[in-house]
């Protein structure tokens, strides 16, 4: 008798798959006394924890079949209660329920992309995208991003060069790292660009909710079969419920249907009512919405206030109009090796180029506002300017 | 400006993968009045709804971070928490929660499974394994199943000639769609073949604390490293829930957590947190299996009585020790047209080929016990009678 080889069994991809820097990262930033603005989660004291058991009290005593095998497209009040988060009443044939919308990249990835496939992505990107892509042998092609999120231009170039992609990734609001909104001009030249060139633009959006001050802008390419727009509860109820959607072009949702029906048949019947229950109350999300926009909006003032006046001019970064995320730049001190520095004096952020895909962007940091108490930014700051001389 | 091509932009899987049979035929035996005995799923009404409310009230109250984000792996007590479905206390290391005991399948496929690689499946089989399997580009090959289970003889043979899988998948006590339990020198064999050749056991097991009568075989390879086990609480608690289980080596489960990480993140954590109330009330839990088997058991029973009685010789059926499902041969009979005039006539089944990989079953069908009321078997064995005497 031997032992299983797992060299021999694993397959290709499952060779090469490597644990994220972020999970390996959050390990270290656990550690009691750390101030964390690391992570990219949200704060549970904003869940709306009662809200959600007298929901779950209400539909399970109102039909058991909401614990019964459900459509692996998502029942019909779940696929259309995500209008509050697209901005309009969507049609339920191009709407599919997903288990998280991180579940919706991978889904997307996995109908659209043959080994060697080209899918375009920000750099730098949210790391959970980046892998779904390459789990599925996705090449990336990294396209900068500035103040203004993807540099557009650059994605025509390459185009005109001849890049033909699957799809283009971009988070247009409050994007997970940078925090960079898409302009714009920048949106309507993107959707131009797919319908010139015949390629989808995947438009995930978590954080287009939690935005703290400046106007909205337009969502890109409305009504453009060319758009897959993903959405999903965890930044605005909670991430422990496991939903969010992929609404698109209906070929490509029966499509993602049929692959996710292999996947895990549906997603939980019983998160599902629960936030068709939330999202259905209109003027309760509303205000809930505006109570923690309003106490995200605190904190990121905390953050930038504290930044400028512990670092003054030794920082540089653009206040966030929305979101988790705060991006900034160090001139002359490398954030890798600051993190450990920054560890040891209790205080905790991610160096840029664990999101990068190309680029090198050794003096930048993300830092998270979101799960820090308002009263710790000063200190979290001291500490990281403690660390930065210590360096 | 012109549509997408969905030809141009659906990946190989995409454009070749067909919606099962199963769900389709689900449709017709959906319409008021017809006695289905075509389901896969269990009776809502064993469902334990006010102990999954409770639950739900008391961990929500407990602890807010029941909804946040949580370990990939599930968290430590959900794993945990699998312990009376295994029949031993796991190693919460060689333990990942899965979205449903689905997402093991696919997992599983996904670090096993290269394309062209071969994965052994019983004929018939349960479909959602095949799919999962076939949307990792997996080669199946068919081992017959008889009363007894697979054919391990079969198997062997195929073995010395050449075949090397990456893994077996088994459904060992009461497989879907045939009822059959695999006897204790054949599971004894396959670990043997399994240690001799280099293969990995799946051994899937949602129907095994459904036994109504008859001696319970003991698990396949109890402490082997070759065999990765499945477990479920769709069966026993609902299906709405979405948790599953995989115990195995723990190099595979390490691939497995990361090839999950970017398929969902993790499983919802309140379906967790609830799993694992209902699960640690170790007496409660036993009495709620034993109430609900003694409710399929009859059914069972009842099934089997109105066979006998309304069809005698013009069936042959093996009686199910426990499960779902009932496997039944009608000379003469093809199962296939006989649907659509059982259907007009008010009740529903699954033809075998339905299941089947290569092997063709046109005489017989697939009829689930599990959701019909005991009082309408007479009346469901009478319509398929007729239905019978009208083709």
Chains 1, 2 share one sequence.
């Not at 031997?2 to 930033?29: F, G, M, N, Q, Y």
Request: aromatic share 6%; hydrophobic share 45%; with cysteine.
């Amino acid at each position: 008798m031997h032992d299983p080889d797992p060299l021999a069994l694993l397959s290709a991809t499952a060779r090469t798959a490597k644990s994220s820097v972020i999970r390996d990262l959050l390990e270290h930033a656990k550690r009691p006394g750390v101030i964390s603005m690391a992570g990219g989660i949200p704060d549970p004291d904003l869940f709306p924890v009662e809200e959600i058991a007298r929901a779950a009290g209400r539909v399970l005593a109102a039909d058991r079949g909401v614990l019964q095998y459900g459509l692996t497209s998502g029942e019909v009040g779940a696929r259309m209660a995500v209008a509050p988060l697209l901005g309009h009443e969507p049609d339920p044939e191009r709407v599919l329920v997903t288990t998280g919308s991180q579940q919706g990249l991978d889904l997307v990835a996995k109908v659209l992309v043959d080994a060697g496939d080209v899918v375009v992505a920000g750099d730098p990107s949210y790391l959970g995208a980046l892998q779904a892509f390459r789990s599925h042998h996705a090449d990336l092609e990294a396209i900068p991003v500035d103040e203004a999120g993807m540099v557009v231009d650059v994605l025509e170039e390459r185009l005109e060069a001849g890049l033909r992609p699957s799809f283009v990734y971009v988070v247009a609001n409050f994007q997970n790292p940078t925090g960079a909104v898409l302009s714009a001009p920048r949106r309507a030249h993107l959707v131009r660009l797919a319908e010139r060139f015949g390629f989808l633009i995947v438009e995930d959006d978590p954080y287009g909710q939690l935005r703290y001050d400046g106007v909205a802008v337009a969502p890109i390419g409305e009504g453009s079969d060319h758009v897959v727009r993903m959405r999903s509860t965890s930044k605005v109820l909670a991430p422990g419920l496991r939903v969010g959607w992929t609404e698109g072009p209906r070929w490509l949702v029966d499509a993602m249907v049929i692959a996710k029906q292999s996947a895990d048949l549906h997603t939980s019947t019983l998160s599902q009512a629960i936030v068709t229950e939330l999202l259905g109350d209109a003027d309760w999300f509303a205000d809930h919405v505006a109570a923690i926009r309003h106490q995200y909006g605190i904190r990121r003032d905390a953050l930038c206030e504290a930044l400028t006046t512990t670092l003054g001019d030794r920082i540089s970064f653009q206040r966030p109009e929305g979101g988790m995320f705060l991006w900034a730049t160090l001139p002359g001190v490398e954030t890798m090796p600051l993190l450990a520095t920054a560890l040891e004096n209790g205080v905790a952020f991610v160096p840029a180029d664990a999101f990068t895909i190309d680029a090198h962007r050794p003096h930048t940091a993300r830092l998270s506002f979101a799960t820090v108490d308002p009263e710790d930014f000063t200190t979290a700051v001291e500490r990281l300017a403690a660390a930065i001389d210590a360096c």
